[in-house]
């Protein structure tokens, strides 16, 4: 079983980049048909796919969120991170990271990050 945990600030300042750190356990990035994805849930609203990396290493990204957004990973450590350049408080959200195989999904617990001076 995938376990996932997020690590990282809780209160990012605007025009700052927010990053986020997601270690890995029970599972090996390079797994076939494994999909690697942080998705966002921002007071009072709906869920945000923000974008993806798969087991090959190739990315996937939100339209809207393209041009602010870099996911990447270390093999090695096993962890995958989301850089979210020029926050706004907008941006204040509980960020997940998730997992994808086959039908099967695994969530971390979630990081709420604040935006504000």
């Known amino acids: 079983q995938v376990q996932l945990q997020e690590s990282g600030p809780g209160l990012v300042k605007p025009s700052q980049t927010l990053s986020l750190t997601c270690t890995v356990s029970?599972?090996?990035?390079?797994?076939?048909?494994?999909?690697w994805s942080w998705i966002r849930q921002a007071p009072g609203k709906g869920l945000e796919w923000m974008g993806a990396?798969?087991?090959?290493?190739?990315?996937y990204d939100s339209t809207s969120l393209k041009s602010r957004t870099t996911i990447s990973r270390d093999t090695a450590k096993n962890q995958f991170t989301l850089q979210l350049s020029s926050v706004t408080p907008e941006d204040t959200a509980v960020y997940y990271c998730?997992?994808?195989?086959?039908?099967?999904?695994?969530w971390g617990k979630g990081n709420l990050v604040t935006v504000s001076s």
């Open positions: 998730t997992s994808r195989h086959y039908a099967m999904d695994c």
């Open positions: 029970g599972g090996s990035f390079t797994t076939n048909y494994y999909y």
């Open positions: 990396i798969a087991y090959s290493g190739s990315l």
